[in-house]
C-alpha cells in the first residue's frame, strides 16, 4: 500500500517524486556507441524502460503501450537491449552461486493480532486483547527494499540508515554504485539482498525504483513467496497495463539466470510489480535520525546548549514490501502509527483499541486533510476502492462532502486550517534558522493550535509538532519562567509521541532535555 510520508511518519504514495527518470542519461552514455550503431531502434524505448510507474506517462512514449502492445514491434531489439543490460561487471565479491531456499509458508503473526477475512475489504488485522495507545503491535523487517536515488550518496544501501560522511562509505567492488555503512552490511546486502545477482546489470542503476523492489524480492533469500499471496488489482487501463508488461519483459530478460534459477517467470514478475503498485510501504525517515542537540555543557545565561535544536521533519528516502503490515485496511481516521527505524516497520496503537476491533492505517489522506469527495477521489486513482470508512460515512452524513459550490460551512475549513499551519510552521522555521527561537515557539504553538482543529485527538501529527514546540522552547528558554515552559512542553511532547511510538531514542532525548530544564530553575 503506497503509504505515504506525513509529519507522523507514515509514508504515502504523493510523496514518490525522486525515481530512475534521472538516471536516463546514465543509460545513454554507458550503451551509447551501441545502441547508436542500431538507428533503427526506436530512442523512445530508452526514456521508456527507466520511466517510472507512478508518473503519468507523456505523450512522446505513450504510443508505444495499448491493448495490443506496440512496443512488441520491436521485440527483437529489446531482446538485443536486455541483453546488454545484464551484462556483469568483473568483482572480487563473494561468490554468486545460487542458493536453494525454503519456501516459507502463509504469513504468521505474532502478539495480539490475528489475521482475518472480511465482508467487503478482503483481509485485515485485528486485535485479539484490548490495546493501550503507544502499545508495539508489530515489528517487521523488510521483505525487500530499495533505496530512492537522491539519497543514494547519504544513506546506506541496505540498513537505510544516514551515512556519516559519503567519504567513509564502503563502496560496492564490482558495480561502484551501492555504498554501505559497514562491512556488515555490505556482506549482508550481498549475501540476503540480492545484490550478488543484481551487481552489474543496469537494472539497479536505470530501472523504475518499484521494478527494482520487485526483483530484489524475487531474487532475495526471502524468494517472494509471501509477496506474491498479496492482492493485485487488475483495474488498470489497458495503457498501464501495456506499460507493466513492457517493463516487466525487459527486465526479466536482464536478470534471467537469477530469476529462472528461482523459478520465477516473467508473469511472476508481472503479477509482483501489479501487487508491488497497492502494497509497498515509503520508507520514512519519521523520526529524528541522528542526534542534533549538541552535548556541550549549558551556559549559565540561558541554561541550554548552544546548538540549535532543529524540529523533527520527516522525510521519505525510499521504498519496501512488508507483507504483514501490508493486511492492514484503510480508514481516513486511523487507530494505529507505523514508524520505521532503517529498514525495520514498527506498528503501534495510537488510541485505545477494543477487543475484536479492526486496526486500520491510512493509505495517504486522513480526516482533516481535504474533503470527503478528495480523499475518496485520491483513493479511488491510486488504490480503486471507495471508501466508506466511519470517518468519510459521519462526514458525508453531515453534508460535508464537498460537493457544494460554496464550501465556508461544509469541509473547507479543514484546507484552511490545514494551510494555515502549513504556512504557520514555515514561518517558525525561518524564525529558528535566524535564531529567534521564542518567535518561532510561539508560532508553532500557534501551528499546533490549528491542527487540532482538524486532527483526533492521539495523533501522531499533533504528537511530532508537540515535539516541534517542546524543542523551540528549551532553546527560547532564557530565564527561569523560560525553563520552566521548556519543562512542561518537553514533558507533554514525550508523553504524547510516548503513546504514539512508546519509549525509543527521540522520547529519551525529550525526557533528557525535559531533567535539564528542571534542574536550571
Known sequence: MWKMDASDGRPSRATLATTSVAFAP????????????????????????????????????????????????????????????????????????????????????????ECRSTNCKGRGLFATEALTPGQKLLQEPAYAAVLWPSHHRSHCHFCYRPLCHARTAILCRGCKLERYCSSACATAAWREGGHSHECGSQCHAIAPRTVVLCVRALISDNDGVELLSLHAHDSHSPQRASQLRFQSFVWFRSLQPALTARGHTEATLNRLVRIALTNVFAL?????????????????????????????????????????????????????????????????????????????????????????????????????????????????????????????????????????????????????????????????????RALKMVLAPGSPALAHEAAKVARLRFNAAEDAQGAARAAAALALAATSLEECYGVDAEVKELRRLEVLCKSSR
Not at 495499448?66 to 541483453?83: I, V
Open 284 to 448: 520514512s525517515t519519521g523520526r529524528r535520525e541522528a542526534e542534533a542537540v549538541s552535548s556541550a555543557p549549558a551556559t549559565a545565561a540561558t541554561s541550554a546548549p548552544a546548538a540549535v535544536v532543529e524540529p523533527i521533519n520527516a522525510a521519505a528516502i525510499g521504498e519496501a514490501f512488508f507483507p504483514r503490515a501490508s493486511l492492514l485496511n484503510h480508514s481516513c481516521e486511523p487507530n494505529t502509527a507505523i514508524s520505521f527505524a532503517g529498514r525495520t516497520l514498527q506498528l503501534r496503537a495510537a488510541v485505545a483499541v477494543a477487543t475484536g476491533s479492526e486496526l486500520l492505517t491510512s493509505y495517504g489522506p486522513e480526516v482533516g486533510f481535504g474533503s470527503v469527495a478528495t480523499r475518496r477521489a485520491i483513493l479511488r486513482e491510486l488504490y480503486f476502492f471507495e471508501c466508506h470508512c466511519e470517518a468519510c460515512e459521519r462526514e458525508g452524513a453531515r453534508g460535508d462532502d464537498g460537493a457544494r459550490p460554496d464550501r465556508t460551512q461544509h469541509g473547507g475549513w479543514r484546507e484552511r486550517e490545514h494551510e494555515r499551519a502549513r504556512r504557520i510552521d514555515l514561518e517558525a522555521r525561518r524564525a529558528c534558522e535566524e535564531g529567534r527561537f521564542e518567535e518561532a515557539a510561539t508560532l508553532s504553538e500557534e501551528a499546533l
Open 26 to 113: 546514465m543509460l545513454l552514455k554507458l550503451a551509447g556507441r551501441w545502441l547508436f550503431s542500431t538507428p533503427e531502434l526506436d530512442p523512445r524505448l530508452l526514456e521508456a524502460i527507466t520511466w517510472p510507474l507512478d508518473r503519468p506517462v507523456p505523450e512522446r512514449i505513450a504510443c508505444l503501450f495499448g491493448a495490443d502492445d506496440p512496443w512488441q514491434r520491436n521485440r527483437q531489439k529489446l531482446l538485443s537491449l536486455a541483453a546488454f543490460l545484464s551484462n556483469q561487471y568483473t568483482d572480487d565479491g563473494p561468490s554468486r552461486q545460487v542458493r536453494t531456499t525454503t519456501r516459507q509458508g502463509p504469513l504468521e503473526l505474532q502478539g495480539p493480532l
